[in-house]
């Protein structure tokens, strides 16, 4: 089936430490959206991007959609201790909304 | 967004009993969902609720395990049913707005089956 390569699997950083993740995958995608999830809740939409090409803001986090429509990145700028969780990319095809989800990206901040 | 509202949040099941997870939105949606997402795992979608007809289920996943209902617009059911130890996970629903195409997450039910 189809699957989104997120890396890394987990990441060890310094408190105002910048923080870059990546989802690829071999299918191309029309949205691309990352979220957050923290221990007891459930995954919180950060960014959704919908063209190609396209970089979006949220705060201190960045987010592009590949040209090629295969890969997207999530990046943070100086990390915070609250920016610790599990990040999911997600990605979602024409004609429907079956959204298809990386394996997540563990971030941990030491202060 | 949406608000999603789930029922009960956590619960302790024996095995061979079935739960029942509402969801409640507090707005009309187009499409609801509903997500499993086992211990340290990501998220894998159980079925797509269909409003006033059978639920759309994906691979792996049955009516028999796990039905599905849709009255309206706004809420729906997940059972699990004759549940086993293996169906301990996080249940999630899900959910696509009439105005946006992004999909949001209802804060999940924590089940343990024992």
């Known amino acids: 089936g189809q699957q989104l390569n997120q890396s890394p699997q987990s990441m060890f950083i310094q408190e105002g430490e910048d923080v870059s993740m990546n989802c690829t995958s071999s299918?191309?995608?029309?949205?691309w959206l990352w979220y957050k999830q923290e221990p007891g809740e459930g995954p919180v939409l950060l960014i959704a991007?919908?063209?190609?090409?396209e970089l979006t803001s949220n705060g201190r986090l960045t987010a592009q959609f590949g040209i090629t429509r295969k890969d997207s990145f999530l990046n943070i700028s100086a990390s915070i201790p609250s920016d610790v969780g599990i990040y999911f990319c997600?990605?979602?095809?024409?004609?429907?909304?079956?959204?298809?989800f990386g394996a997540g990206t563990r971030l941990f901040v030491k202060a | 967004s949406a608000v999603i509202s789930q029922k009960p949040s956590r619960d302790i099941c024996q095995r061979g009993t079935s739960l029942t997870i509402q969801c409640q939105v507090d707005?009309?949606?187009?499409?609801m969902f509903w997500y499993r997402q086992q211990p340290g795992q990501s998220l894998t979608l159980i079925a797509t609720a269909n409003q006033g007809s059978e639920a759309t289920y994906e691979s792996g996943f049955v009516i028999d395990k796990f039905p599905i209902s849709r009255p309206n617009l706004t809420f729906s059911t997940l059972t699990v049913s004759n549940m086993s130890p293996e169906d301990s996970s996080i249940y999630l629903c899900?959910?696509?707005?009439?105005?946006?195409?992004?999909?949001?997450f209802g804060p999940g039910t924590r089940l343990l089956v024992l």
């Open positions: 899900s959910v696509v707005g009439d105005f946006s195409e992004t999909q949001y």
């Open positions: 997600a990605g979602q095809q024409a004609g429907g909304f079956k959204t298809i």
């Open positions: 299918s191309i995608f029309n949205t």
């Open positions: 991007l919908y063209k190609a090409g």
């Open positions: 707005s009309q949606v187009t499409m």
